[in-house]
Nanobody, 116 residues
Framework: QVQLVESGGGLVRAGGSLRLSCAVS????????VGWYRQTPGLQRELVAS???????NYSDSVKSRCTISRDNAKNTVSLQINNLKSDDTAIYYC??????????WGQGTQVTVSS
């Protein structure tokens, strides 16, 4: 069973930066992709960024120039650095892991609030 625990959310002023971290229990064995998603009330959960086992990254257009996703295999974590935060970045951010068996796992989410 894969468990994901997010951390690093909080209240940040517009223009500031934040680093979110996702701890993957048991490590990355069997995990093909880890991604960060976000959701605001009334809207669908959307992909922010993802990274594969091979280190291939993918970013949404809305954050591409401001975000960096990375993984630390020694610490079993995937981090998301977001710079130049905007009010539109306010959301609950979720970590997601896809297993090669097809199972998908979600963390409990961490709130990011950007004040103008």
């Amino acid at each position: 069973q894969v468990q994901l625990v997010e951390s690093g959310g909080g209240l940040v002023r517009a223009g500031g930066s934040l680093r979110l971290s996702c701890a993957v229990s048991g490590g990355f064995v069997g995990i093909s992709t880890v991604g960060w998603y976000r959701q605001t009330p009334g809207l669908q959960r959307e992909l922010v960024a993802s990274i594969t086992t091979a280190g291939i990254t993918n970013y949404s257009d809305s954050v591409k120039s401001r975000c960096t996703i990375s993984r630390d295999n020694a610490k079993n974590t995937v981090s998301l650095q977001i710079n130049n935060l905007k009010s539109d970045d306010t959301a609950i951010y979720y970590c997601n892991a896809r297993h090669w068996t097809g199972n998908t796992y979600w963390g409990q989410g961490t709130q990011v609030t950007v004040s103008s």
